[in-house]
């Protein structure tokens, strides 16, 4: 299994090899100082908290755990819905039916595998698919998600923590590039954008998207 | 087999997968390529984190939910969950699942129409901002020498095709644009199947090609 941090290329050093000291260590770089250090770690309890809510959804149809994923993820479903093109009541329908789903497919959540974050943006941007432009998604075989055998809770920090350093790359981006790749995340792509993702011509390669990402790349390592 | 594959999605594209902003038949590619590649299955599953983190950090700004929503949502939660048929994990065949979904089948389902010269195509059904079908080369022969309009990727499902540039095998996928005219060959140890999906019209350069055009929705 490939970590999130290969995100990007396998020049990348993981975290799995380089452990939650190189982590502690990057987090206290000279810019940022002990106050970044709180915030990661919070941001981590965080995740992991939303890990144990997902789990107690599955074993025990925990109602509490689920309002609080849902005060936490429902407006930011609807958020993205709006700006994908929903008007607001339709928005406010399809998050509901984004957190229906949560709560009847939490078995398939794997937290070795996925943050709750990213597995809760998966099943938000297939009903968009489905509700706004009326189209089936072909998914790839061998299902990502697919129930497996209790997953190790070490798999699950490295995955927790690889996710975290993957938003922190994210959040300390310049606003330009992040608005760049934000944008990417909604709305359906042009003819030209197509063009441009496949790398051609080849004079446009050097895209500004292609720089943001390079730049997140670097963040990532 | 993934260690075999040779000509890859660009990054682009599977963040535009992960993001789901491509066109149906641009999808099945995807999907179908993801099936069959565990390096761009892990990239494409990076991309996912990354929309994950975007929805995080709310790039997507924050709508209130209104009054009583997660009241409303528990009421639906009550009502019972739907039934979803589960999805075989690895289809037997040689086509990746989701095109044996889009086939109703595997190869000896697929409703082939003559095109000329022993090559056949079948036109799957999509959304229509981009077109999807799969082509059978007879082992040796060409396609007809083709522009194209907008952007055309073709990924071998059996067999093999050369062009002027390269050699792609199964799971390889070629990526065409306005500036590249070639003339694909199938290799000649087996019959070529390939999955092409494009954003426009193909134009050919020879003349009967061109007539035939308008009739095969190619």
């Avoid at chain 1, 250090?37 to 959804?57: A, D, E, F, K, Y």
């Avoid at chain 1, 697919?146 to 699950?156: L, M, R, T, V």
């Avoid at chain 2, 134009?203 to 009967?208: A, P, Q, T, V």
């Amino acid at each position: 299994m490939i970590g999130i941090l290969d995100i990007v290329d396998a020049g990348v050093v993981s975290l799995q090899r380089e452990g939650r000291a190189a982590l502690a260590h990057r987090a206290k770089g000279p810019k940022n100082g002990s106050s970044q250090v709180s915030n990661n770690s919070s941001n981590q309890n965080t995740r992991l908290l939303w890990v144990h809510h997902m789990n107690r959804i599955r074993d025990a149809q925990d109602k509490a755990a689920f309002g609080e994923l849902f005060a936490h993820f429902a407006p930011r479903i609807k958020g993205f819905l709006i700006k994908s093109g929903a008007d607001a009541s339709l928005a406010e329908e399809c998050a509901q039916d984004v957190m229906v789903t949560v709560w009847n497919k939490a078995h398939l959540f794997d937290a070795s595998r996925a943050s709750v974050s990213t597995w809760i943006f998966t099943v938000a941007r297939n009903r968009r698919i489905d509700i706004l432009r009326r189209e089936n998604r072909p998914e790839p075989e061998d299902l990502p998600w697919g129930p497996e055998a209790e997953p190790e809770q070490s798999d699950i920090l490295v995955m927790q923590e690889e996710t975290e350093s993957l938003g922190r790359a994210v959040r300390e981006l310049p606003d330009n590039q992040r608005e760049l790749i934000e944008k990417a995340y909604f709305g359906d792509m042009s003819h030209s954008e197509i063009a441009e993702a496949t790398g051609l011509p080849l004079g446009t390669i050097k895209s500004r998207l292609r720089l943001a990402l390079d730049r997140l790349r670097h963040a990532v390592k | 087999m993934s260690n075999e594959i040779k000509h890859h999605l660009t990054p682009g594209i599977l963040m535009a997968y992960a993001a789901g902003t491509l066109p149906e038949a641009f999808n099945l590619l995807v999907a179908s390529h993801l099936s069959l590649c565990d390096d761009c299955r892990a990239e494409f599953e990076s991309y996912e984190a990354l929309g994950g983190e975007l929805l995080e950090t709310q790039a997507f700004d924050q709508a209130a939910m209104s009054g009583g929503s997660l009241e409303a949502t528990l009421a639906l939660i009550a009502g019972g969950p739907v039934e979803e048929p589960a999805r075989p994990l690895r289809a037997k065949g040689v086509l990746p699942t989701p095109l044996q979904d889009y086939v109703g089948g595997d190869l000896s389902d697929i409703k082939w129409k003559p095109v000329g010269m022993g090559v056949k195509q079948a036109i799957l059904k999509t959304s229509s901002e981009a077109s999807a079908r799969l082509l059978f080369i007879p082992a040796g022969a060409a396609m007809p020498d083709h522009g194209h309009k907008g952007v055309e990727m073709t990924m071998v499902l059996q067999g093999a095709f050369q062009d002027e540039d390269d050699y792609f095998a199964r799971g390889d996928v070629e990526i065409a644009d306005v500036d590249l005219h070639h003339t694909p060959v199938a290799d000649i140890h087996e019959d070529c199947i390939c999955l092409a999906v494009t954003d426009a019209p193909l134009k050919f350069r020879g003349l009967i090609p061109k007539i035939a055009q308008p009739f095969l929705r190619i």
